[in-house]
């Protein structure tokens, strides 16, 4: 019963991508909505692999080059939350939950 339950609340909250390839993460601004868990798809298109790294919303997670990996993030409070790849801080981005 609690599968069943997990699966359903996956089923309906809103899902977003990230993409990082050419060290950019696109887009560089996520706008998700505020208070909610939302489901965070990171693709990686590049022949490296990333490790996409949050200090405000505790992830860090690696990311192999040509593949996906699926977060949930939230629920957020309204504001900014910066992300960044750490194998290469330069790359650099940001969530605003509204």
Known sequence: MAVLSAQAEAATQP????????????P???KIPANIKVKL???NEGSEAIEFESD????EIVV???HDTVIYLGPLKPGRYTYFNDFDAQ???SVVAQ
């Open 15 to 26: 899902a977003f991508m990230l993409e990082a390839k050419q060290h950019v993460f696109m």
């Open 28 to 30: 560089q601004v996520l």
């Open 41 to 43: 798809t990171i693709r």
């Open 56 to 59: 405000d919303f505790s992830r």
């Open 64 to 66: 192999p080059a040509y």
């Open 91 to 93: 790359v650099r981005g």
